[in-house]
């Protein structure tokens, strides 16, 4: 490749041959990704000749030919006649836009909603395709955060996506994780359908497209900022800024969709900033040897509200994620108990399975009915704390002698969603399997699974003491 490019950078010395119009300024020839090639030439024939002759020589002497049936020349406002002769000169097929180059498309016009289809269905058919198999919630989330959204920052680091398929892909995404597979189940979650609410608070988080798109073009913002050395950066400056900057250049109707959705990016910096030097003080503190980290301009673009004084407690790496978003669930009444399913029509049996005396809701499933209370006496004991247990949300904010990064409060607070997961999954197993658990039998269950997450800090210098307290 370094032979090649060598060929082409010497056809700027070529009399007969001339820049592309767009090129002249930065001397550009030719890109090159990987095995793609792109030259950039002026539309007249001795130029494309001059081209043509140095890739030949370039032939003759690696023994590298151009392969006519995947070659193809794309003609930007030149007369049919000049395109003919061009044609035969080179050999190639001609070309129309728009086109795909590296999977996505290349357009010299605002791309279209067909444009943007290859990237919905992927995404349709990843889901369509998980939800044929039963996965927890948090399955879910991490398959969306992994699958999902890396298909969309592909796109999105390089075209900016319009409004309505950010929102159709959010869409696809919110019916995938409540399972809604169809119209007669949607008025079950109508109340329910706010994917942010939930998983953000409780350490997950599926992102906002929209919101993810505008902090990956605040990186184009910043690296404009920085007067950044790459060819996209000196392009802009020499066609597009003509001596203004990024800060103090208004929107054009003539500039390109890219960027004026750029100039969105910034003006939306700039007011949530307040000022361009209180701007340029965040995107500076955003960034680290050169780059600009997207997950803190995400969450600044966000402006999520506060989560509660209790998603802290979820937070440490030690609690299973099934564990952590039923817990957060539950702190938020957003489980699907007797009395939220009551409260919109579906279901008109409001009593406790696990008690058979009370009526069901989530306060009185963590922990003041009497079965779930005695199940957390009793993880209480274990854990060696003497006092009575409390409501689920007195339980989140409690903060042991010990602090919060202490083995022994960590050990209560994995105890604690842990008794919340298996709890609801036994309410679950009465109710729609007919099978009941004795009360020691998920006692067991749970201090089994608290050891198995604490036995995976065995790299702290107190492990037996640890191991010792909790297998007594």
């Given at each position: 490749?370094?032979?090649?490019?060598?060929?082409?950078?010497n056809?700027?010395?070529?009399?007969?041959?001339?820049h592309?119009?767009k090129c002249?300024?930065?001397?550009?020839?030719?890109l090159?990704?990987?095995?793609?090639?792109?030259?950039?030439t002026?539309?007249?024939?001795?130029?494309?000749?001059?081209?043509?002759?140095?890739?030949h020589?370039?032939?003759?002497?690696?023994?590298?030919?151009?392969?006519?049936?995947?070659?193809?020349?794309y003609?930007?406002?030149?007369?049919?006649?000049p395109?003919?002769?061009?044609?035969?000169?080179?050999?190639?097929?001609?070309?129309?836009f728009?086109f795909?180059?590296?999977?996505?498309?290349?357009?010299?016009?605002?791309?279209?909603?067909a444009?943007?289809d290859p990237?919905?269905?992927?995404?349709?058919?990843?889901?369509?395709?998980?939800?044929?198999?039963?996965?927890?919630?948090?399955?879910?989330?991490?398959?969306?955060?992994?699958?999902?959204?890396?298909?969309?920052?592909?796109?999105c680091?390089s075209?900016?996506?319009?409004?309505?398929?950010?929102?159709k892909i959010?869409?696809?995404?919110?019916?995938?994780?409540?399972?809604?597979?169809?119209?007669?189940?949607r008025?079950?979650?109508?109340?329910?359908?706010?994917i942010?609410?939930?998983?953000?608070?409780?350490?997950f988080?599926?992102?906002?497209?929209e919101?993810?798109?505008?902090?990956?073009?605040?990186?184009?913002?910043?690296?404009?900022?920085?007067?950044?050395?790459?060819?996209?950066?000196?392009?802009?400056?020499?066609?597009?800024?003509?001596?203004?900057?990024?800060?103090?250049?208004?929107?054009k109707?003539?500039?390109?969709?890219?960027?004026?959705a750029?100039l969105?990016?910034?003006?939306?910096l700039?007011?949530?900033?307040?000022?361009?030097?209180?701007?340029?003080?965040?995107m500076?503190?955003?960034?680290a040897?050169?780059?600009?980290?997207?997950?803190?301009?995400?969450?600044f673009?966000r402006n999520?509200p506060?989560?509660?004084?209790w998603?802290?407690?979820?937070?440490h790496?030690?609690i299973?994620?099934?564990h952590?978003?039923?817990?957060?669930?539950?702190?938020?009444?957003?489980?699907?108990?007797?009395?939220?399913l009551?409260?919109?029509?579906i279901?008109?049996?409001?009593?406790?399975v696990?008690?058979?005396?009370?009526?069901?809701?989530?306060?009185?499933?963590?922990?003041h009915?009497?079965?779930?209370?005695a199940?957390?006496?009793?993880?209480?004991?274990?854990?060696?704390?003497?006092?009575?247990?409390?409501?689920?949300m007195?339980?989140?904010?409690?903060?042991?002698?010990?602090?919060?990064k202490?083995?022994?409060?960590?050990?209560?607070?994995?105890?604690?969603?842990a008794?919340v997961?298996?709890?609801?999954?036994?309410?679950?197993?009465?109710?729609?399997?007919?099978t009941?658990?004795?009360?020691?039998?998920?006692?067991?269950?749970?201090?089994?699974?608290v050891?198995?997450?604490m036995?995976?800090?065995?790299?702290?210098?107190?492990?037996?003491?640890?191991?010792a307290?909790?297998?007594?």
């Amino acid at each position: 490749m370094e032979v090649l490019s060598k060929y082409l950078r010497n056809l700027c010395q070529h009399p007969h041959v001339s820049h592309h119009p767009k090129c002249h300024a930065l001397n550009l020839t030719h890109l090159i990704f990987a095995d793609d090639l792109m030259i950039f030439t002026r539309g007249d024939l001795p130029s494309v000749a001059a081209v043509s002759d140095a890739l030949h020589e370039f032939a003759q002497v690696s023994g590298l030919f151009a392969n006519p049936d995947k070659t193809n020349v794309y003609f930007g406002r030149v007369p049919p006649y000049p395109q003919e002769k061009i044609l035969n000169t080179t050999g190639f097929t001609k070309g129309s836009f728009p086109f795909r180059y590296l999977g996505l498309p290349l357009n010299t016009v605002r791309l279209s909603t067909a444009m943007f289809d290859p990237l919905v269905i992927a995404v349709q058919k990843a889901v369509t395709h998980w939800s044929a198999h039963l996965l927890s919630y948090a399955g879910k989330v991490q398959l969306l955060n992994s699958v999902v959204l890396g298909l969309t920052t592909f796109w999105c680091s390089s075209v900016s996506l319009p409004r309505h398929i950010t929102k159709k892909i959010s869409k696809l995404c919110k019916d995938f994780f409540w399972g809604i597979h169809c119209g007669e189940r949607r008025h079950v979650f109508k109340s329910w359908k706010d994917i942010s609410s939930p998983l953000s608070t409780g350490g997950f988080n599926i992102k906002d497209l929209e919101v993810w798109n505008i902090s990956l073009l605040s990186r184009w913002v910043y690296l404009l900022a920085q007067n950044h050395s790459g060819l996209w950066a000196h392009w802009v400056q020499h066609y597009t800024f003509k001596g203004s900057d990024i800060w103090h250049i208004q929107s054009k109707i003539y500039f390109p969709y890219s960027f004026k959705a750029i100039l969105i990016a910034r003006d939306l910096l700039l007011s949530r900033a307040g000022s361009i030097f209180n701007a340029q003080t965040l995107m500076h503190s955003w960034s680290a040897a050169g780059k600009m980290s997207l997950h803190h301009a995400y969450l600044f673009l966000r402006n999520a509200p506060a989560a509660g004084p209790w998603t802290c407690s979820l937070t440490h790496s030690s609690i299973s994620p099934s564990h952590k978003i039923i817990c957060s669930f539950a702190v938020q009444n957003q489980l699907a108990t007797l009395d939220n399913l009551h409260r919109r029509g579906i279901c008109h049996v409001r009593r406790c399975v696990l008690c058979e005396t009370n009526l069901e809701t989530c306060d009185h499933l963590f922990f003041h009915c009497p079965f779930s209370r005695a199940i957390w006496q009793a993880l209480l004991h274990w854990m060696g704390i003497l006092r009575h247990g409390k409501g689920l949300m007195e339980e989140m904010l409690y903060r042991s002698s010990y602090g919060v990064k202490h083995w022994r409060h960590v050990w209560f607070m994995v105890s604690l969603v842990a008794a919340v997961h298996q709890l609801w999954a036994e309410r679950n197993r009465r109710i729609f399997q007919g099978t009941k658990q004795p009360y020691r039998g998920l006692v067991q269950k749970i201090k089994y699974l608290v050891s198995v997450r604490m036995f995976l800090w065995h790299s702290l210098p107190d492990y037996k003491r640890i191991v010792a307290s909790i297998c007594s």
